[in-house]
């Protein structure tokens, strides 16, 4: 899953491999989090205002709660992340760790079957607890973000970062993955994560007007997934919302009407 673990290979405890994993993930989360709050949130706060889907900025008390639930679940992503790799070297999964051994047409074969997995796997757990019951206890904490930064990216409950993360046991009981494959699919995940939490629509105004709007999702989809509640439940895909009728029937219109506002003039 990591480079701790590719350059250190078996000879560590659960303890080792877990702060490994933590710092490993937390290094990555704080370097796209981070650029994405930087270049949005300070460098190109006023320059961007106009993408801004959401037209005001959160508060800092919400900015520091998403921040400090982002450790918490950085911390059970570890846990489990290195329970993973502890079940792999025991051979209880279907990771692998030479690249020769199933070829390299199935390495970047088995990156985008675990996206669409991925992708699918978000939609149906994130339905699942919307459910009255469940939302109180799983996805609560992450709703509170009602315009969210790109910190709310990892602001979860225990119990939520626990199901998100269960997507790295799940795949690798599924099908042969490697752990450097696997790594890359992360790295698709926190790029595609933190955009969609950045608050900005940063995607042109004709997507709409292409078959892309089919496929693609959108900040704008997101966001407003916090904002009303319901509907807009995908992650990287379009498509279990176009299936299943829950885009937000507002989600296009608003979509146009944000990539429509007028770029603010500069004054000398």
Not at 81 to 93: D, E, K, Q
Not at 130 to 136: A, C, I, Q
Not at 193 to 198: R, Y
Not at 235 to 255: A, C, K, Q, V
Request: hydrophobic fraction near 45%.
């Amino acid at each position: 899953m990591n480079l701790f673990d590719l350059l250190l290979g078996n000879q560590r405890s659960f303890l080792e491999r877990s702060i490994f994993t933590t710092i490993e993930l937390g290094i990555r989360y704080f370097i796209f989090a981070g650029s994405a709050w930087v270049l949005g949130y300070w460098l190109f706060r006023n320059r961007w205002f106009h993408r801004k889907i959401i037209a005001r900025f959160p508060m800092s008390s919400d900015v520091r709660r998403e921040m400090g639930y982002s450790l918490l679940t950085l911390v059970i992503f570890g846990l489990i992340g290195a329970g993973t790799i502890a079940a792999s070297r025991a051979g209880c999964t279907q990771m692998y760790w030479k690249i020769s051994e199933y070829g390299g047409g199935w390495f970047f074969g088995s990156i985008v079957c675990a996206i669409f997995f991925h992708d699918a796997y978000f939609y149906w757990t994130h339905r699942l607890m919307h459910h009255r019951l469940l939302f109180p206890v799983f996805h609560r904490v992450h709703h509170l973000s009602t315009n969210p930064s790109p910190w709310a990216s990892y602001s979860f409950a225990p119990a939520e970062a626990v199901v998100e993360a269960g997507i790295f046991p799940v795949i690798t009981l599924i099908m042969p993955i490697h752990p450097l494959a696997f790594g890359l699919v992360m790295l698709w995940q926190i790029t595609f994560n933190v955009a969609g939490h950045t608050g900005f629509e940063f995607h042109p105004k004709w997507l709409m007007n292409t078959p892309l709007r089919f496929i693609l999702n959108t900040p704008t989809n997101h966001v407003m997934h916090h904002e009303k509640m319901r509907g807009n439940y995908g992650l990287y895909f379009n498509i279990w919302d176009r299936l299943m009728g829950t885009n937000h029937p507002d989600y296009e219109s608003r979509f146009r009407e944000v990539t429509s506002r007028p770029v603010p003039t500069t004054k000398h």
